[in-house]
């Protein structure tokens, strides 16, 4: 009976292992990219529920204190302080978005209600925008995966779509674990770092 | 006759292999109010046989089939604007009556061309307002006018109500009410005159006794809709013959599987069970959004790039031939000077110009040294320099994450025509590819056959000694299929330029469509310049030459096309017959705004015929293009046969909207009622005007906000 349950464990275990390459589901990778991660980089988990995907993502890049993270099937996700800015290789994609206002309301300073402008690409190639009312309210104390953390929830409504962007701050007030929406098609994707996440590095180019 | 060809670059023509994936279910978006809920049995929108007022979401694209008792209507249908639709019809009818009365025929083959249009938008208490002409062009089986008024009570109920002329008056018809206010003219019909069909007769439209339609839509959920209409159609050509008309009352339940696809059942007439298949894109929305392209190389910010290299060095080109390479844009050329490094490319994948230009500009981040500010991109058609794009660095360095990236961006960018090549890098040329591809080649709406196919494949070399000097080839191998079996013999009175094309299908089984030797060069700016040699298509060989005046941000393009062809033999190998002759053409190119675009071509035909061909499309930033055209010359109607003059549709549709994957290739299909021999051109590769638009500023503007995918 033990060895049919660990049987049964290691075929569930290896069944998921192509899933967790590919972020993208079935689709194969186009070529390999010159993007490489940098040395000694951590690593993020990433659950897409509308692509039924699960991949383990590596920092690439960090310009002007956003952070591009790279799937091994050549999809990247873009973060500023934990907060998604771009989005590549999903179809859908956040092509931009402005992090400002998110991250001034976590910090607990600015306006009650303020604006979140995300940029699209229409089936037509043409830039669209959805300009999104959000408000973040501090939901209490959780723990999650033995962390102590801070939840975090952002409430949004842009024309027809309405969804809430969750963080989880760590005591250091470190974005640590998100679940984050990138556009109506997409909808939501659930982040986590395997490591504690380092600060950003800071580039300035004045 | 269509034929169908894929303009890619290693693949010119006669190669498809595409299947539209049928109907995956998506979630079904909210019902626009504007917009019919279905498509009738004739492909229009509307109820069952009636029509309705309104019209389709802008630009969808439809194909129908509907079938009950004998009869099967196959429609493509384009919703030309919010108010225009237009529908190309075939019709195969069993057991009719060609006028009614007349004795019973075994078979018909009906081709008809329908316009509709929505004079009036629905208000809070005026319905729509539409008239429809069901038979523009045609040998007038189905002929028949309508005025119709639909009006939407709530989200899920509406009702219609219209005036018939022609078939649509035959049921319970009263004398014509245009006749009181327009003259005794309109109170009878006159029959139709036309034994060609394929012209014309307004003088026949509206014209005869009237009579009313009507019907009811419920939109019981997204699924499900229920139809009841009163029809003014007698059905006098069928009735007693293909099936016995009982009742006016259609009744009929519609489901729609998903945006795409969905599925009619229906009560005809008292008497018989319809079925419908409705197939519906719209170019506007693919299935995969901006593409599943791979994400691009990060742009690197001067401190972060790794040792960089001497610009001037041959390790720096190879590492940035390297680069682009791995996001499938070829290193023509390059050349550093101070601050500003130049790069020409050639973009083998991206449909979408801005695209390349934004992936080689984020390579260029990551190799080049920190003292360069400038990058000039300079994009190419053919091996040609064509378009300079002029960025700042320290602009892509900063707008990366931008939401409004860019506009930003477009601020300090230029974009310029440009006529002098950059020195090529060591290696670039001489260049061979060759490739190996399935073809498809059809011939669709042969009155005797109207489905004839071969599949095979098609192997494509070409070889490139210098830039710009291209030698080409195409070998077809025929795997399986009946295009052969098409026998209708050639019964022009005219050169058998092209009525002869089953000869050709009949000629063999491995054959060389094109072998040419062709040079691009750019004469003068905004000039463009092509000379073809060889065997130019499949039936015909020789020389093309054409000069093509194309500013940037120009909506006017001329060109002047001359070509000195033989006729070849059926075997399509080495050999020719005796036909040769002079044709040619001067061109207008306009684009119209809005994404309509028209095109003049008057000149010489290859049957030696003078005349001129007028072409409409409209065309969507993604590359869908749907057109069409007619050409008119000194050949006349009894001496062209059947359909009296030369005229067609044209779609075509790029491969990457359909599979989401970057390709440049794009499907065209083109649509005849019938391939004569007048108003005939010859069909040569790489004519310039579409190989250079692209890659024009007026292209790259469109589509900007790909700079960044």
């Known amino acids: ?206 | 006759m269509v034929m169908t060809r894929m303009s890619g670059l290693l693949h010119k023509s006669g190669c498809a292999t595409v299947a539209l994936a049928l109907g995956c279910a998506t979630p079904l978006a909210a019902q626009d109010r504007s917009v019919a809920w279905g498509y009738n049995s004739f492909g229009t929108p509307g109820l069952i046989d009636m029509p309705s007022a309104f019209g389709r979401s802008d630009g969808e694209l439809s194909f129908t089939t509907s079938h009950f008792k004998n009869q099967t209507r196959n429609t493509l249908t384009f919703q030309v604007s919010p108010r225009l639709s237009a529908s190309f019809r075939y019709a195969l009818l069993y057991d009719i009556r060609p006028s009614p009365g007349d004795p019973i025929a075994d078979f018909r083959f009906d081709r008809s061309f329908s316009l509709q249009y929505r004079f009036a938008d629905e208000g809070r208490y005026r319905p729509a307002l539409a008239f429809g002409i069901n038979d523009i062009v045609g040998t007038g089986l189905y002929g028949g006018e309508y005025l119709v008024a639909s009006k939407t009570f709530s989200p899920k109920l509406r009702a219609t109500a219209g005036l018939g002329w022609g078939r649509l008056g035959s049921k319970n018809g009263f004398s014509n009410p245009l006749g009181a206010v327009f003259g005794d003219r309109f109170d009878t019909r006159p029959g139709s005159t036309d034994g060609l069909g394929g012209s014309f007769e307004p003088d026949i439209w509206f014209r005869g006794d009237a009579a009313f339609f009507g019907g009811v839509e419920w939109q019981i959920n997204d699924r499900w809709r229920l139809t009841a209409e009163y029809s003014s159609d007698d059905y006098a050509r069928e009735d007693g013959a293909t099936f016995d008309v009982k009742s006016p009352f259609n009744f009929g339940a519609s489901y729609r599987y998903s945006d795409r696809l969905s599925l009619d059942l229906r009560y005809l007439y008292g008497s018989e069970v319809g079925i419908q298949f409705t197939y519906a894109v719209n170019p506007k929305n693919p299935r995969f959004g901006s593409g599943l392209d791979t994400a691009p190389p990060p742009i690197l910010a001067r401190d972060a790039a790794r040792a960089p290299l001497d610009p001037a060095s041959r390790s720096f080109a190879t590492a940035v031939r390297r680069a682009l390479g791995d996001e499938g844009i070829a290193l023509d050329g390059l050349s550093a000077e101070g601050k500003t490094l130049r790069v020409q490319i050639r973009n083998d994948r991206y449909a979408i110009a801005s695209q390349a230009v934004g992936r080689t500009a984020r390579v260029l981040t990551r190799l080049a040294p920190s003292e360069v500010e400038v990058f000039d991109i300079r994009l190419t058609a053919e091996g040609t320099p064509a378009t300079s794009v002029v960025l700042r660095r320290s602009d892509l360095e900063r707008l990366e994450f931008h939401p409004v990236a860019p506009d930003l961006l477009r601020v300090n960018t230029q974009i310029t025509d440009v006529t002098g090549s950059l020195p090529p890098i060591d290696g670039r040329y001489p260049a061979f590819t060759y490739g190996i591809a399935p073809y498809l080649t059809t011939s669709l709406f042969d009155p005797d056959e109207p489905l004839l196919a071969d599949i095979g494949l098609a192997f494509t070399a070409r070889y490139e000694p210098v830039a710009g000097l291209v030698l080409s080839g195409r070998v077809h191998q025929k795997v399986v299929g009946n295009l052969d079996g098409g026998t209708r013999e050639s019964t022009s009175v005219l050169e058998r330029v092209r009525s002869e094309a089953y000869l050709y299908y009949q000629g063999g089984d491995t054959t060389i469509p094109e072998l040419t030797a062709a040079y691009f060069f750019r004469p003068a700016d905004d000039i463009y310049g092509r000379v073809t040699a060889g065997y130019l298509e499949s039936m015909f060989g020789g020389v093309s030459a054409e000069v093509l005046w194309k500013p940037q941000n120009s909506r006017l393009a001329l060109g002047t096309e001359l070509n000195f062809v033989k006729q070849r033999d059926f075997d399509q190998l080495f050999g020719f017959r005796d036909y040769e002759t002079f044709t040619g053409h001067m061109s207008a190119y306009y684009d119209l705004g809005g994404g309509y675009h028209g095109q003049l071509d008057v000149g010489q035909y290859l049957a030696g015929d003078v005349g001129a061909t007028l072409s409409l499309g409209r065309e969507f930033d993604n590359g869908w293009r749907v057109g069409a055209f007619a050409t008119i010359t000194d050949v006349s109607a009894e001496d062209f046969g059947e359909g009296s003059f030369d005229k067609g549709i044209e779609v075509t549709i790029p491969l990457d909207w359909i599979t989401g994957r970057p390709n440049k290739t794009r499907l065209t299909t083109v649509v005849r009622p019938v391939l004569r021999d007048g108003g005939a051109r010859l069909n040569v590769s790489d004519r310039l005007y579409e190989r250079v638009r692209g890659v024009q500023s007026t292209d790259i503007d469109a589509t900007w906000g790909r700079f960044w995918r």
């Open chain 1, 1 to 206: 009976m033990k060895w049919l349950i660990l049987a049964a464990a290691f075929g569930a275990l290896s069944a998921c292992q192509p899933a967790l390459q590919r972020i993208a589901g079935t689709q194969a990778p186009q070529q390999a990219n010159l993007s490489r991660a940098e040395p000694g980089a951590p690593v993020m988990r990433v659950q897409i529920p509308s692509r039924n995907a699960d991949a383990e993502l590596s920092r690439v890049a960090t310009t002007n204190g956003v952070e591009t993270w790279l799937a091994v099937d050549n999809i990247s996700l873009a973060f500023r302080e934990g907060v998604l800015v771009g989005s590549r290789g999903l179809g859908f994609d956040l092509m931009a978005a402005d992090a400002t206002g998110t991250l001034t309301a976590m910090a607990g300073q600015g306006p009650p209600v303020y604006r979140r402008q995300m940029r699209y690409l229409t089936g037509d190639h043409q830039s669209t925008y959805l300009m999104a009312g959000c408000s973040m309210t501090n939901a209490g104390a959780e723990s999650i995966g033995g962390q102590r953390l801070t939840r975090l929830e952002e409430k949004c409504t842009a024309r027809g779509d309405v969804f809430t962007n969750i963080f989880w701050q760590n005591a250091e007030g470190a974005v640590v674990e998100t679940r984050q929406w990138v556009s109506p098609q997409i909808g939501y994707f659930r982040s986590s770092f395997a490591n504690a996440r380092p600060r950003p590095i800071e580039i300035s180019l004045d």
